[in-house]
C-alpha cells in the first residue's frame, strides 16, 4: 500500500468496521510496551518452519542404508540427495502460489497451513516405509512449507514501526537457529533404541522406525505452535484505501491490478543491484546446501572411504556446537563488522575466509581421538559463522535494493530462485559423493578430495560475483 495512505489509515481517517488489517492498525495506534506477545509469536512460528529443513541430515545416510536401495555403499550418497532435495523441490514450486494466497486470502491461513504440514508430513516422513515414500512426503513438506514470505510481511505489518528492525531480525535470527537446531535435534533424537537402550525397547515404534523420535518431537512442537497461532490476529487489509471506487468495483476490473503487478515485476527485475545480489545469493545457497548435506554424508561415512564414522549423536553434538557459536556470533559480532565494513565487504571476506578452512577438510579426515574432536568442530563453526555472514550481507542488499513496499515481491523472487537451487544442491551433493567413494585410488584429487575441491570451485565462483562490476550496491 501507498505510504501515504498507510500512514492516513493509521491516524483513524479511514478506519473500515470489519476490516482486521484496519483493526490492527487502531491496536498498534493505541498501544505502548515492548510487543513481546507478537515477537515470541513470530520466533516460534519461524522456528518451527525451519527445523524440519535440515534435520534430518545426520541421519539420512543411516536412513538410505536401511531402506536397502542402494547396492553398494558407495551409493548410498547417490540416494540421500534426491531425499535431502525433494523438499527444496516442493518449495521452489510452490512460493510465488503461497505468497499470493497471502495477498489475497490473508497472512493467517498460510500462516496456519505451513505450520500444521509439519504436523502432518514430518509426522509420515518419520514413519517412512521405503524410499519413495520418504521423498514424496519431504516434497509435501516443502510444497506446503510457502510461509516464510508471508511471515516477513506479517511481522512488518504487527509490529510498530520502531520496532519493524527487531522484527525482520527476529525472523532472520529463529530460520538461522531452527537450521542449525534442527540436525542437533535429528543427531540427538535418531535411532533411540540404540543410542538410549534403557529408555527405548526395540520393540516399540522407536525401535522399529528409528528415524521417528526426531520427527515426532519436532512435529509436537509444531502442532503447539499452530493452536497458539490460531490467536493471532490477521494483518490484512480487506479493502481497497481508494475510497472514491468501490472495493467491489476494483474486483470486477482486475486489469488495472494486472498491469500495476506486471510493472512492479518488471522494474524488480530491471533493479541490478537486487537481481546480481540475488544472484549471488543463489550461487551461495547452492553451495550452502550442499555443504550440510556433504558434511553429515562424510561424518558418517567409513574411515576407509575417507570420512569420520561418526554416529548420528557424534554429527549432533557437531552440529549443536556450531549453532552455539553462530548465535554468539550473530549476536555479538556480525552488526558491529557489517556496520563498520558494509555488507560487501563482509560476504567478500567470510566467502574467501571458508575457501580456505574448507580446503583443510580432507586432512582432518587424517586425525583422530581429542585432535580429530577438536579440529572438526572449529572447523564446523568457523564454516557455518563465515556462510551465514557472508548470506546475511546479501541478505541486507536486498532490502536495501528496493523500496519498502516492494521487499515483499523481492523476498517471493529470491525465494523462489534460491529454492530451486538449494533442491540442485543436495541432489548434486548426493551424487558427486557417492562418485568420489568410488575413486579412492585416482591420480587427481582421490575420494572425498574431489567433493571438498567442487564445493570450493562453487563458492569460489560466489566470490568473484561480490566483485564490480557485478555486484551492485544501491546508493543513498
Avoid at 23 to 50: H, N, Y
Avoid at 150 to 175: C, H, N
Wanted: charged share 15%.
Amino acid at each position: 500500500m501507498a505510504e501515504q495512505e498507510y500512514t492516513e489509515c493509521l491516524l483513524g481517517n479511514k478506519y473500515h468496521d470489519g476490516c482486521p488489517g484496519c483493526k490492527v492498525d487502531q491496536m498498534k495506534r493505541l498501544r505502548r510496551g515492548f510487543p513481546f506477545w507478537e515477537l515470541f509469536s513470530v520466533w516460534i512460528i519461524v522456528l518451527c518452519t525451519a527445523l524440519p529443513i535440515s534435520s534430518l541430515f545426520p541421519f539420512l545416510y543411516f536412513l538410505i542404508d536401511d531402506f536397502g536401495i542402494a547396492n553398494k555403499e558407495e551409493d548410498i550418497g547417490f540416494y540421500a540427495g534426491f531425499v535431502g532435495c525433494s523438499f527444496m523441490l516442493g518449495r521452489a514450486l510452490t512460493s510465488v502460489i503461497w505468497g499470493l494466497v497471502a495477498d489475497r486470502y490473508g497472512r493467517k491461513p498460510v500462516i496456519l497451513i505451513g505450520t500444521a504440514s509439519v504436523v502432518v508430513f514430518n509426522t509420515l516422513f518419520g514413519l517412512s516405509l521405503n524410499f519413495w515414500m520418504a521423498i514424496i512426503t519431504r516434497f509435501c513438506l516443502g510444497s506446503f512449507n510457502g510461509l516464510l514470505g508471508p511471515i516477513k510481511a506479517y511481522a512488518m505489518e504487527i509490529f510498530r514501526d520502531e520496532y519493524q528492525g527487531l522484527a525482520l531480525s527476529a525472523v532472520s535470527t529463529a530460520w538461522g537457529i531452527g537450521l542449525i537446531i534442527g540436525p542437533a535435534i535429528g543427531g540427538f533424537l535418531a535411532q533411540p533404541a540404540k543410542q538410549y537402550p534403557s529408555l527405548f525397547s526395540q520393540d516399540s515404534i522407536f525401535g522399529k522406525f528409528p528415524y521417528f523420535l526426531p520427527c515426532f518431537a519436532i512435529s509436537i512442537f509444531a502442532f503447539l505452535v499452530t493452536i497458539i497461532s490460531l490467536w493471532i490476529p490477521e494483518t490484512l487489509h480487506n479493502h481497497k484505501f481508494d475510497d472514491d471506487q468501490p472495493f467491489d468495483a476494483v474486483k470486477d476490473d482486475p486489469e488495472s491490478n494486472k498491469v500495476a503487478e506486471k510493472n512492479e515485476k518488471s522494474s524488480l527485475l530491471n533493479n541490478w543491484p537486487l537481481v546480481s545480489s540475488i544472484i549471488v545469493y543463489c550461487i551461495l545457497s547452492l553451495h550452502d546446501m550442499a555443504y550440510s548435506e556433504i558434511f553429515s554424508l562424510w561424518a558418517n561415512s567409513p574411515r576407509k572411504y575417507g570420512g569420520l564414522g561418526y554416529t548420528t549423536a557424534d554429527v549432533g553434538s557437531v552440529l549443536a556446537i556450531s549453532g552455539f557459536g553462530l548465535l554468539i556470533f550473530q549476536l555479538s559480532l556480525y552488526s558491529y563488522a557489517e556496520r563498520n565494513l558494509g555488507p560487501i565487504i563482509v560476504t567478500r571476506i567470510s566467502g574467501s575466509l571458508a575457501l580456505v578452512v574448507l580446503s583443510t577438510y580432507p586432512l582432518i579426515a587424517k586425525l583422530s581421538g581429542v585432535a580429530l574432536t577438536l579440529t572438526v568442530n572449529s572447523a564446523s563453526v568457523a564454516k557455518n559463522v563465515l556462510s551465514t555472514s557472508a548470506i546475511t550481507g546479501l541478505f541486507i542488499l536486498q532490502n536495501k535494493a528496493v523500496r519498502q513496499d516492494q521487499r515483499g515481491a523481492a523476498n517471493g523472487i529470491a525465494m523462489t530462485a534460491m529454492s530451486f537451487f538449494k533442491a540442485v544442491g543436495p541432489a548434486a551433493a548426493g551424487i558427486i559423493f557417492s562418485w568420489s567413494e568410488k575413486r579412492q585410488n585416482a591420480y587427481f584429487l582421490p575420494g572425498t578430495q574431489m567433493v571438498f575441491f567442487i564445493l570450493n570451485v562453487v563458492l569460489a565462483l560466489g566470490v568473484l560475483m561480490t566483485f564490480k562490476p557485478f555486484l551492485a550496491e544501491t546508493q543513498h
